[in-house]
């Protein structure tokens, strides 16, 4: 039986990737900064039959983060999927962007994602698939960016690709491979009402993409549906 680990996991893109990965079979680590608000994640907990593990993480803590392999202990991470991310503050345009609001994005989706890989390169490393999987967004995309604006969520997700380049090319000699992926634009709290596809269908996107993913895609950008996105 192979694992799954995920982060952010009480709701939207999480939630549904935890819900299919347990259909799956596999047995699930998620991780939500507060079960009292994670009903839905607890009541897949009660009908899992062990199957599905909740561990506290909070991404603005080094030391919720640094807790993450004291709580695995030696147990391997076959795949490893960093999913949890932040907005911040909608419909800021130039003028009104504040630094203390894109800091706090660029904490949750560029720096914590690499902090958790520091603290679980062991886990990760004696996996059977060996795969990281990094939930970024087209918007990060430079060469797609035709829109403008959003400077924290874009910057940060553009940062987070980078990130995941290197670790593409740091952690070659242990087998991993590194992948960026866009979850498509979802019906969830951050996608909005208007978004275009509900979480199923881009998780069962997601999923796909993520099994077919061999050593050759290492240091690529997906889209759910498994066609590139240009950096
Ligand atoms: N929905 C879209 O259209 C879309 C498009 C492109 C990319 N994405 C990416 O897909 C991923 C999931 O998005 P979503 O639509 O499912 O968003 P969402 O519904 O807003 O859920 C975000 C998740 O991240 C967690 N999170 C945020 N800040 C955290 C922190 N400081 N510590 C721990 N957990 C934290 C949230 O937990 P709390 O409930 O505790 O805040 C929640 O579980 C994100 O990386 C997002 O950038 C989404």
Redesign the pocket.
């Known amino acids: 039986m192979k694992n799954v680990f995920i ?9 549904e990737l935890v819900r299919q990965y347990l259909k799956n079979g596999r047995k699930v680590f998620a ?4 079960i009292r ?2 009903s839905e994640l607890v009541s897949l907990q009660k009908e899992s039959d062990g199957m599905l593990e909740i561990l506290d ?4 803590s080094d030391d919720s983060i640094n807790k993450l392999s004291e709580m695995l202990s030696d147990s391997p991470i076959d795949l490893f999927v ?6 911040g503050p909608r419909n800021l345009q130039l003028g009104g962007v504040n630094g203390g609001s894109w800091a706090e994005v660029f ?3 560029t720096i ?1 994602p690499l902090l958790i890989v520091q603290n679980l390169l062991e886990n990760i490393s004696s996996g059977k698939e060996k795969k990281m999987i990094f ?5 990060g995309s430079i060469e797609e960016n035709s829109g403008g604006a959003m400077y924290a ?1 874009r910057s940060s ?1 553009t940062a987070l690709n980078q990130v995941v380049k290197s670790l593409s090319i740091d952690l070659l000699d242990r087998g991993l491979t590194s992948v960026a992926l ?11 009402p208007n ?1 275009l596809i509900d ?1 199923e269908t ?1 998780v069962a996107g997601m999923i796909s993409v993520i099994n077919g993913i061999c050593n050759s895609d290492n240091g690529k950008f997906f889209n759910y549906d498994g066609s590139m996105i240009r950096w």
């Open positions: 982060t952010g996991t009480n709701r939207g893109l999480g939630l991780t939500c900064r507060d608000v994670a993480l909070n991404l603005f960093n999913n949890a991310g932040m907005m904490r949750v989706n914590a939930i970024s967004s087209r918007v969520y997700k866009h979850p498509g634009w979802v019906l969830t709290d951050m996608g909005g978004a979480v881009s």
